[in-house]
C-alpha cells in the first residue's frame, strides 16, 4: 500500500487515515472523487473497505488479479475485495478463529456484487479436489438461483435483493471448501402482487415467460407476453435493458442441475411459479347479497393442475373464510375485495414458503455428508450480503424492517470497531484514549424496546380486540403506516392452508405442514419473528472475527462515471464512515509492525541501512530520532509503531522517494560490479573445468594409443617369431598385417599402362593371390584401353594383331612393319584404269597394291596390280584384267623368312588350261599378306618357308625359289634354273619401342 503513496496528489490516498483534514467531510468526499475519476474505486478505513459502484466492468477481477492478492499481507497491496477475502481467509487459517465479511449500503451500490466476487475468490484460489470441486461450483451457482427468486428490479437498482443473506462456508484442515449454509431473512412478499411504477417481480416470472421452451410454456398454461398477468403489469416495466431474461434462464436451468435439483423437482417448482400468474389472474364477480365468485374458471382449472388440489374445494377456499366458534366450523361468504386480499395472500404464502424451501434445498446440497467430518471443529468464513437501506417519501412495512437491520449493524459496526481499535492499543501497550461519535442504540431502541418499542405496539395493535387498522396503529406512532398491520399479520386463511395442505404438489407438502391446522396457537408477527432472527444473526456475528466492506452507490442514474456529491454525502453520513474514521484516527493514523516499517525506511539512516542485526524496537527507534520524529509525532509499542499525524508519514514517503534515486544509483553500480565479477567468476571456473576435462580426455587417449601400441608391437614381434607356423594366435595379426602391407603398397603402385610390367613381389602367402590380381589387372587395363578405342583404331589393331600371329618371329622384316600403319589401299584412284573400274562394276575393292609378278617361265619380271575383292583377288596389267584367283581356290601363301618382299599365291590346278601358282614381290609383304589373309580368311594357311619355296609352273612341273641373305636385294634366275632371292639381312629389332601398345595386344587383344 505505501508504495502507492508518492501518487497521493493525483489519485488520494489509498487509506483514508491518512487524510490529514480526516474530521472534514468535505476532504473525505474529494478523496472518494479523486479514485473514481482514475477508476480506482476501493479505499481503506483502516481494515475496512469503501466500495463505489463504477457501474461498468473493470479488468480487475482476473485470475492473475487473484493470484496477486494471495497469501500477500493487507497493506502490502492496493485496496481490493480480494485482499480483505484473503486476509479473512488466512486469519482463519492461522489463527482458527471463525471469520465473517459484512457487506452493506444502500440498494444498488454493488453488494451482491462483492458477495460474487468473494465467493470467486474462495472458488479459484482454495484448495481443491473432486469434492471439493463440486462445493465450489453449487456455492457459486447458488447465487443465480437465489437472485432469480429472491431478486428483483426497483427503482433504484437493476438487480436488488428483496431479502437478506446470510451464508456460512465451512473449510476442512487444509483450507479448502467442503460446505456452506445460507440463513434467508424477510422475503419482500408483497411484491409478488404489488410493484410501485417503473419495478418489477421477482426475475423468475419474467425469465420463465421469455426463456422458456414453448412445450413447457404450454404445459404451465402460459404465453410469452407477461403484459397477459396481473402480478406483471402492475410496475409497468416488463422489459429491462440492462437484463437478458432469456439467457438468464439457461443460466438458472444449468444452475439448478449443478446444485442437484431432479427433473421432478424442477418441474415441481415451475408448477409453483406459474401457479402464482395463474392466481394472479383469478378474478371475482359480486352477487346481490355482496358475496363474491370466480369469473375466471379457466384459471382454477390450471391452478388445480398445477398445484395438484381439487378445483372445487379451491375455489370454495377462494370465496370463503372457514370459521370455527365453539368447536363447530362454519364457512362464510367473503366480498369481492376480501376475496382478492385472501387471492393475493395464498399468492405470497405459496411464493414466500416455497423460496423458504428452495434455501432449504440449496442447504442440503452444500451440506458436507462425510461422516468423518466434525462439523464443530469446522472453520467458518460468513458472508453477509443484507438488503440496503433506503429512505422513501412512503416507507413500507419491508422497508421499516430493512432499515432496522441496517441500523442493527451500523451499531454492530461501531462496537466491534471501537472494541478491535480498544483491543489493538491496549495489546500494545499504549494508552486508550476516548472517542467521542454518535451512538445509534437510541434508535434500535425506539424499534426493539419492549413495551414501548415500534414492534412492540405494533404487535399489540394487532392482537387487540375490535377493529384494529392501520389508523389506530398511527394514533399511537404519529406516522404514515399504509398496510403495517396486515403485513405485520401475515395471516392466511384455514380453509386456504387445508387446501394446500391437501396438495400433491411435493414441494407444498413440505412448506405447508398439516400441523399448522391443529396448532391453536397464534403465530408470532412478521416483525417479531424478524426481530428475533435479526438477533440471532448479531449474535452469530459477534462470534466472529468481522471483516467489513462499505458499498456506495455513486448516482441514481445508474451511470458510469458520474459522482453524485449530494447522493454520496447521504450514504457517508448514514453509514457511519466519518464516525468510523475518527475511531480510527482518534489516536493515531497509522501503524505497522516493526519489521514492515523497519524494512521499508530503514535506508533513511546509516546506522539501519543495509541491514540492521539488533532488535527490532531498537532499530525503529534508531530510525525515527534521525528522522527527526518529535515525541508527540509517534508512540512504540510492543510489535508496532505508532504514527500520529499523516505529515509526519507523507514527509518520511517524500524522503524515501528522494533517497531512491541515489539507492538506484548505488544498486545499478554495485549490481553492474557483482553481475561482471559472477560472469567472470563462472567463466574462469568454466575455462578450468574444460582445461581438466581437455586434460584428461587428451592423457586418456595418450595412454590408450601408448596401450595400443605396446600391444601392436608386442604382438608384431611374436607374429615374426611365428612367421613360418601355421597360421595361429600367435601369428594371425602379423600375417594379416603383411598381407595388408603387400595390398596397400600394391595399391601405391598399380601399372599404370599394359606395357608396364613392374608388380611388387608378393609375400610367400600371397603368390598365387599377387598372381591373380596382376592378371586381372592386367586385363582390367587392356579392357580399359580398348573400351577408349574408336572403331577406325580398333580395324587397325586387329589388322595388326593377325599380321603379329602370322610373322612376329618368323619373318626377319616383321618387326619394321610394326610401327607403320596398315592402309586401306596403296593405290589411289588415278592409278586405276577407268576401263577396269567399269569392268568391276559394283563390286566394292577391298584393299590394292602394286606388285612385281615374275613368270613361270623365265621369271621375267613385269609390273601388276594386286586387286583385293569380296571374293578374289585379281592381278591386273594396266586396263587388263591377267588373273583372277578366287579366295575358294587358293590352296595356300608361301613367304620367306628373310626380310624380302616376296610372296607365292598357291592355286588349285585341275587341269592343263588351268595357270600355275603366281609369284609376286611387293614393298609391303606383310600389310599385303595380312589383307589377303583377311579377306581370304586363310591366316592359317601362310606358309613361312627358310632356305627354298617350292611351287607349281604348271600342271605337273614344279619351280623352286632359293633364298639366302646379302648385302642387297637381288632377284634373278640362277644356273640351276631356281629363282633366286638375295635379301638383306635386318640391322636390330629395337623398332619395336615405336609402337609399344601393339606387342601387348598381340596376345590380349582377342581376349576382351
Same mark, same amino acid.
Given at each position: 500500500?505505501?508504495?502507492?503513496?508518492?501518487?497521493?496528489?493525483?489519485?488520494?490516498?489509498?487509506?483514508?487515515?491518512?487524510?490529514?483534514?480526516?474530521?472534514?467531510?468535505?476532504?473525505?468526499?474529494?478523496?472518494?472523487?479523486?479514485?473514481?475519476?482514475?477508476?480506482?474505486?476501493?479505499?481503506?478505513?483502516?481494515?475496512?473497505?469503501?466500495?463505489?459502484?463504477?457501474?461498468?466492468?473493470?479488468?480487475?477481477?482476473?485470475?492473475?488479479?487473484?493470484?496477486?492478492?494471495?497469501?500477500?499481507?493487507?497493506?502490502?497491496?492496493?485496496?481490493?475485495?480480494?485482499?480483505?477475502?484473503? *486476509?479473512?481467509?488466512?486469519?482463519?487459517?492461522?489463527?482458527?478463529?471463525?471469520?465473517?465479511?459484512?457487506?452493506?449500503?444502500?440498494?444498488?451500490?454493488?453488494?451482491?456484487?462483492?458477495?460474487?466476487?468473494?465467493?470467486?475468490?474462495?472458488?479459484?484460489?482454495?484448495?481443491?479436489?473432486?469434492?471439493?470441486?463440486?462445493?465450489?461450483?453449487?456455492?457459486?451457482?447458488?447465487?443465480?438461483?437465489?437472485?432469480?427468486?429472491?431478486?428483483?428490479?426497483?427503482?433504484?437498482?437493476?438487480?436488488?435483493?428483496?431479502?437478506?443473506?446470510?451464508?456460512?462456508?465451512?473449510?476442512?484442515?487444509?483450507?479448502?471448501?467442503?460446505?456452506?449454509?445460507?440463513?434467508?431473512?424477510?422475503?419482500?412478499?408483497?411484491?409478488?402482487?404489488?410493484?410501485?411504477?417503473?419495478?418489477?417481480?421477482?426475475?423468475? +416470472?419474467?425469465?420463465?415467460?421469455?426463456?422458456?421452451?414453448?412445450?413447457?410454456?404450454?404445459?404451465?398454461?402460459?404465453?410469452?407476453?407477461?403484459?397477459?398477468?396481473?402480478?406483471?403489469? @402492475?410496475?409497468?416495466?416488463?422489459?429491462?435493458?440492462?437484463?437478458?431474461?432469456?439467457?438468464?434462464?439457461?443460466?438458472?436451468?444449468?444452475?439448478?442441475?449443478?446444485?442437484?435439483?431432479?427433473?421432478?423437482?424442477?418441474?415441481?417448482?415451475?408448477?409453483?411459479?406459474?401457479?402464482?400468474?395463474?392466481?394472479?389472474?383469478?378474478?371475482?364477480?359480486?352477487?346481490?347479497?355482496?358475496?363474491?365468485?370466480?369469473?375466471?374458471?379457466?384459471?382454477?382449472?390450471?391452478?388445480?393442475?398445477?398445484?395438484?388440489?381439487?378445483?372445487?374445494?379451491?375455489?370454495?377456499?377462494?370465496?370463503?373464510?372457514?370459521?370455527?366458534?365453539?368447536?363447530?366450523?362454519?364457512?362464510?361468504?367473503?366480498?369481492?375485495?376480501?376475496?382478492?386480499?385472501?387471492?393475493?395472500?395464498?399468492?405470497?404464502?405459496?411464493?414466500?414458503?416455497?423460496?423458504?424451501?428452495?434455501?432449504?434445498?440449496?442447504?442440503?446440497?452444500?451440506?458436507?455428508?462425510?461422516?468423518?467430518?466434525?462439523?464443530?471443529?469446522?472453520?467458518?468464513?460468513?458472508?453477509?450480503?443484507?438488503?440496503?437501506?433506503?429512505?422513501?417519501?412512503?416507507?413500507?412495512?419491508?422497508?421499516?424492517?430493512?432499515?432496522?437491520?441496517?441500523?442493527?449493524?451500523?451499531?454492530?459496526?461501531?462496537?466491534?470497531?471501537?472494541?478491535?481499535?480498544?483491543?489493538?492499543?491496549?495489546?500494545?501497550?499504549?494508552?486508550?484514549?476516548?472517542?467521542?461519535?454518535?451512538?445509534?442504540?437510541?434508535?434500535?431502541?425506539?424499534?426493539?424496546?419492549?413495551?414501548?418499542?415500534?414492534?412492540?405496539?405494533?404487535?399489540?395493535?394487532?392482537?387487540?380486540?375490535?377493529?384494529?387498522?392501520?389508523?389506530?396503529?398511527?394514533?399511537?406512532?404519529?406516522?404514515?403506516?399504509?398496510?403495517?398491520?396486515?403485513?405485520?399479520?401475515?395471516?392466511?386463511?384455514?380453509?386456504?392452508?387445508?387446501?394446500?395442505?391437501?396438495?400433491?404438489?411435493?414441494?407444498?407438502?413440505?412448506?405447508?405442514?398439516?400441523?399448522?391446522?391443529?396448532?391453536?396457537?397464534?403465530?408470532?408477527?412478521?416483525?417479531?419473528?424478524?426481530?428475533?432472527?435479526?438477533?440471532?444473526?448479531?449474535?452469530?456475528?459477534?462470534?466472529?472475527?468481522?471483516?467489513?466492506?462499505?458499498?456506495?452507490?455513486?448516482?441514481?442514474?445508474?451511470?458510469?462515471?458520474?459522482?453524485?456529491?449530494?447522493?454520496?454525502?447521504?450514504?457517508?453520513?448514514?453509514?457511519?464512515?466519518?464516525?468510523?474514521?475518527?475511531?480510527?484516527?482518534?489516536?493515531?493514523?497509522?501503524?505497522?509492525?516493526?519489521?514492515?516499517?523497519?524494512?521499508?525506511?530503514?535506508?533513511?539512516?546509516?546506522?539501519?541501512?543495509? *541491514?540492521?542485526?539488533?532488535?527490532?524496537?531498537?532499530?525503529?527507534?534508531?530510525?525515527?530520532?534521525?528522522?527527526?520524529?518529535?515525541?508527540?509525532?509517534?508512540?512504540?509499542?510492543?510489535?508496532?509503531? +505508532?504514527?500520529? +499525524?499523516?505529515?509526519?508519514?507523507?514527509?518520511?514517503?517524500?524522503?524515501?522517494?528522494?533517497?531512491?534515486?541515489?539507492?538506484?544509483?548505488?544498486?545499478?553500480?554495485?549490481?553492474?560490479?557483482?553481475?561482471?565479477?559472477?560472469?567472470?567468476?563462472?567463466?574462469?571456473?568454466?575455462?578450468?573445468?574444460?582445461?581438466?576435462?581437455?586434460?584428461?580426455?587428451?592423457?586418456?587417449?595418450?595412454?590408450?594409443?601408448?596401450?595400443?601400441?605396446?600391444?601392436?608391437?608386442?604382438?608384431?614381434?611374436?607374429?615374426?617369431?611365428?612367421?613360418?607356423?601355421?597360421?595361429?594366435?600367435?601369428?594371425?595379426?602379423?600375417?594379416?598385417?603383411?598381407?595388408?602391407?603387400?595390398?596397400?603398397?600394391?595399391?601405391?603402385?598399380?601399372?599404370?599402362?599394359?606395357?608396364?610390367?613392374?608388380?611388387?613381389?608378393?609375400?610367400?602367402?600371397?603368390?598365387?593371390?599377387?598372381?591373380?590380381?596382376?592378371?586381372?589387372?592386367?586385363?582390367?587395363?587392356?579392357?580399359?584401353?580398348?573400351?577408349?578405342?574408336?572403331?577406325?583404331?580398333?580395324?587397325?589393331?586387329?589388322?595388326?594383331?593377325?599380321?603379329?600371329?602370322?610373322? @612376329?618371329?618368323?619373318?626377319?622384316?616383321?618387326?619394321?612393319?610394326?610401327?607403320?600403319?596398315?592402309?586401306?589401299?596403296?593405290?589411289?584412284?588415278?592409278?586405276?584404269?577407268?576401263?577396269?573400274?567399269?569392268?568391276?562394276?559394283?563390286?566394292?575393292?577391298?584393299?590394292?597394291?602394286?606388285?612385281?609378278?615374275?613368270?613361270?617361265?623365265?621369271?621375267?619380271?613385269?609390273?601388276?596390280?594386286?586387286?583385293?575383292?569380296?571374293?578374289?583377288?585379281?592381278?591386273?596389267?594396266?586396263?587388263?584384267?591377267?588373273?583372277?584367283?578366287?579366295?575358294?581356290?587358293?590352296?595356300?601363301?608361301?613367304?620367306?623368312?628373310?626380310?624380302?618382299?616376296?610372296?607365292?599365291?598357291?592355286?588349285?590346278?585341275?587341269?592343263?588350261?588351268?595357270?600355275?601358282?603366281?609369284?609376286?614381290?611387293?614393298?609391303?609383304?606383310?600389310?599385303?599378306?595380312?589383307?589377303?589373309?583377311?579377306?581370304?580368311?586363310?591366316?592359317?594357311?601362310?606358309?613361312? *618357308?627358310?632356305?627354298?619355296?617350292?611351287? *607349281?609352273?604348271?600342271?605337273?612341273?614344279?619351280?623352286?625359289?632359293?633364298?639366302?641373305?646379302?648385302?642387297?636385294?637381288?632377284?634373278?634366275?640362277?644356273?640351276?634354273?631356281?629363282?633366286?632371292?638375295?635379301?638383306?639381312?635386318?640391322?636390330?629389332?629395337?623398332?619395336?619401342?615405336?609402337?609399344?601398345?601393339?606387342?601387348?595386344?598381340?596376345?590380349?587383344?582377342?581376349?576382351?
Amino acid at each position: 500500500m505505501e508504495s502507492a503513496l508518492t501518487a497521493r496528489d493525483r489519485v488520494g490516498v489509498q487509506d483514508f487515515v491518512l487524510l490529514e483534514n480526516y474530521t472534514s467531510e468535505v476532504a473525505f468526499i474529494e478523496n472518494l472523487r479523486k479514485r473514481f475519476k482514475e477508476n480506482l474505486i476501493y479505499t481503506y478505513i483502516g481494515s475496512v473497505l469503501v466500495s463505489m459502484n463504477p457501474y461498468k466492468d473493470l479488468e480487475i477481477y482476473t485470475k492473475q488479479h487473484m493470484e496477486r492478492y494471495r497469501g500477500v499481507n493487507f497493506y502490502e497491496v492496493s485496496p481490493h475485495i480480494y485482499a480483505v477475502a484473503d *486476509n479473512a481467509y488466512r486469519s482463519m487459517r492461522t489463527e482458527r478463529r471463525d471469520q465473517c465479511i459484512l457487506i452493506s449500503g444502500e440498494s444498488g451500490a454493488g453488494k451482491t456484487e462483492a458477495s460474487k466476487k468473494v465467493l470467486q475468490y474462495y472458488a479459484i484460489t482454495c484448495p481443491a479436489s473432486e469434492h471439493v470441486q463440486t462445493v465450489k461450483d453449487r456455492l457459486l451457482q447458488s447465487n443465480p438461483v437465489l437472485e432469480a427468486f429472491g431478486n428483483a428490479k426497483t427503482l433504484r437498482n437493476d438487480n436488488s435483493s428483496r431479502f437478506g443473506k446470510y451464508m456460512d462456508i465451512q473449510f476442512d484442515f487444509k483450507g479448502a471448501p467442503v460446505g456452506g449454509h445460507i440463513i434467508n431473512y424477510l422475503l419482500e412478499k408483497s411484491r409478488v402482487v404489488h410493484q410501485s411504477h417503473g419495478e418489477r417481480n421477482f426475475h423468475i +416470472f419474467y425469465q420463465l415467460i421469455e426463456g422458456g421452451e414453448e412445450d413447457l410454456l404450454r404445459r404451465l398454461g402460459l404465453e410469452k407476453n407477461p403484459q397477459q398477468y396481473q402480478y406483471l403489469v @402492475k410496475g409497468n416495466c416488463p422489459k429491462v435493458s440492462s437484463i437478458n431474461d432469456r439467457n438468464d434462464w439457461k443460466i438458472v436451468r444449468k444452475a439448478l442441475s449443478i446444485i442437484g435439483f431432479t427433473d421432478d423437482e424442477v418441474e415441481e417448482l415451475l408448477n409453483i411459479i406459474a401457479s402464482v400468474l395463474h392466481l394472479g389472474n383469478v378474478q371475482y364477480g359480486g352477487e346481490d347479497s355482496g358475496s363474491a365468485y370466480i369469473t375466471t374458471e379457466t384459471q382454477i382449472k390450471y391452478l388445480a393442475r398445477l398445484l395438484g388440489v381439487d378445483g372445487t374445494v379451491l375455489k370454495e377456499a377462494l370465496t370463503h373464510k372457514k370459521i370455527i366458534a365453539k368447536g363447530e366450523e362454519l364457512m362464510s361468504p367473503l366480498n369481492q375485495e376480501q376475496a382478492a386480499s385472501a387471492r393475493d395472500a395464498l399468492s405470497k404464502a405459496i411464493y414466500g414458503r416455497t423460496f423458504t424451501w428452495l434455501v432449504n434445498k440449496i442447504n442440503d446440497s452444500l451440506a458436507f455428508k462425510d461422516d468423518s467430518f466434525n462439523s464443530k471443529n469446522a472453520s467458518v468464513i460468513g458472508l453477509l450480503d443484507i438488503y440496503g437501506f433506503e429512505v422513501f417519501q412512503n416507507n413500507s412495512f419491508e422497508q421499516f424492517c430493512i432499515n432496522y437491520c441496517n441500523e442493527k449493524l451500523q451499531q454492530l459496526f461501531i462496537e466491534l470497531t471501537l472494541k478491535s481499535e480498544q483491543e489493538e492499543y491496549e495489546a500494545e501497550g499504549i494508552t486508550w484514549e476516548p472517542v467521542q461519535y454518535f451512538n445509534n442504540k437510541i434508535i434500535c431502541d425506539l424499534v426493539e424496546e419492549k413495551f414501548k418499542g415500534i414492534i412492540s405496539i405494533l404487535d399489540e395493535e394487532c392482537l387487540r380486540p375490535g377493529d384494529a387498522s392501520d389508523i389506530t396503529f398511527l394514533e399511537k406512532l404519529e406516522d404514515t403506516v399504509g398496510g403495517f398491520l396486515d403485513k405485520n399479520n401475515d395471516l392466511l386463511f384455514r380453509n386456504l392452508k387445508e387446501a394446500m395442505c391437501m396438495s400433491e404438489n411435493k414441494i407444498l407438502t413440505q412448506c405447508f405442514d398439516r400441523e399448522e391446522l391443529t396448532d391453536k396457537k397464534r403465530p408470532e408477527t412478521a416483525a417479531t419473528q424478524f426481530k428475533n432472527s435479526l438477533a440471532k444473526l448479531m449474535e452469530i456475528l459477534m462470534s466472529k472475527e468481522p471483516s467489513y466492506v462499505r458499498c456506495i452507490k455513486p448516482n441514481d442514474a445508474k451511470q458510469a462515471g458520474r459522482f453524485d456529491e449530494v447522493l454520496i454525502r447521504h450514504q457517508v453520513k448514514y453509514l457511519g464512515l466519518m464516525e468510523n474514521l475518527r475511531v480510527r484516527r482518534a489516536g493515531f493514523a497509522y501503524r505497522r509492525r516493526y519489521e514492515t516499517f523497519l524494512q521499508r525506511y530503514k535506508s533513511l539512516c546509516p546506522d539501519t541501512w543495509p *541491514n540492521w542485526d539488533g532488535r527490532l524496537v531498537d532499530g525503529v527507534s534508531t530510525l525515527v530520532k534521525h528522522l527527526g520524529y518529535k515525541p508527540e509525532e509517534y508512540k512504540l509499542g510492543r510489535t508496532k509503531i +505508532f504514527i500520529r +499525524f499523516p505529515k509526519t508519514l507523507f514527509a518520511t514517503e517524500d524522503a524515501l522517494e528522494v533517497r531512491k534515486h541515489s539507492l538506484a544509483t548505488q544498486l545499478q553500480s554495485s549490481w553492474k560490479g557483482y553481475s561482471q565479477k559472477t560472469k567472470y567468476r563462472k567463466m574462469r571456473q568454466s575455462a578450468i573445468k574444460i582445461q581438466a576435462w581437455w586434460r584428461g580426455i587428451l592423457a586418456c587417449r595418450k595412454a590408450k594409443r601408448r596401450r595400443e601400441a605396446a600391444n601392436t608391437i608386442r604382438r608384431f614381434i611374436k607374429g615374426f617369431i611365428y612367421r613360418h607356423q601355421p597360421r595361429c594366435p600367435e601369428n594371425e595379426y602379423f600375417l594379416d598385417y603383411v598381407r595388408y602391407s603387400f595390398l596397400m603398397k600394391l595399391h601405391r603402385s598399380l601399372p599404370k599402362t599394359v606395357l608396364d610390367k613392374s608388380w611388387p613381389t608378393p609375400p610367400p602367402a600371397l603368390v598365387e593371390a599377387s598372381e591373380q590380381l596382376r592378371k586381372l589387372c592386367m586385363q582390367n587395363m587392356v579392357w580399359k584401353y580398348c573400351k577408349n578405342i574408336n572403331p577406325e583404331w580398333k580395324h587397325q589393331l586387329e589388322q595388326k594383331m593377325v599380321a603379329s600371329e602370322i610373322f @612376329k618371329d618368323k619373318k626377319d622384316n616383321y618387326p619394321q612393319s610394326v610401327p607403320k600403319l596398315f592402309v586401306d589401299t596403296r593405290l589411289n584412284g588415278e592409278d586405276i584404269n577407268p576401263k577396269l573400274q567399269q569392268a568391276l562394276g559394283n563390286e566394292k575393292m577391298k584393299y590394292a597394291v602394286p606388285v612385281t609378278k615374275y613368270d613361270r617361265n623365265g621369271y621375267k619380271a613385269r609390273n601388276r596390280q594386286l586387286l583385293l575383292m569380296a571374293n578374289s583377288a585379281i592381278i591386273v596389267e594396266e586396263g587388263k584384267l591377267k588373273q583372277c584367283i578366287d579366295y575358294s581356290s587358293l590352296k595356300g601363301i608361301s613367304v620367306s623368312s628373310l626380310s624380302d618382299g616376296m610372296f607365292v599365291l598357291h592355286v588349285t590346278c585341275e587341269d592343263n588350261k588351268q595357270k600355275g601358282d603366281v609369284v609376286l614381290q611387293c614393298e609391303h609383304v606383310i600389310e599385303t599378306l595380312t589383307k589377303v589373309a583377311i579377306c581370304a580368311d586363310k591366316m592359317n594357311s601362310i606358309n613361312i *618357308n627358310q632356305g627354298s619355296i617350292k611351287f *607349281n609352273v604348271a600342271q605337273g612341273k614344279e619351280g623352286i625359289i632359293d633364298f639366302t641373305s646379302g648385302s642387297e636385294l637381288l632377284i634373278a634366275k640362277a644356273k640351276n634354273g631356281h629363282l633366286s632371292v638375295v635379301s638383306i639381312a635386318p640391322r636390330n629389332n629395337n623398332l619395336y619401342v615405336h609402337f609399344p601398345a601393339l606387342l601387348s595386344l598381340s596376345s590380349l587383344f582377342g581376349k576382351c
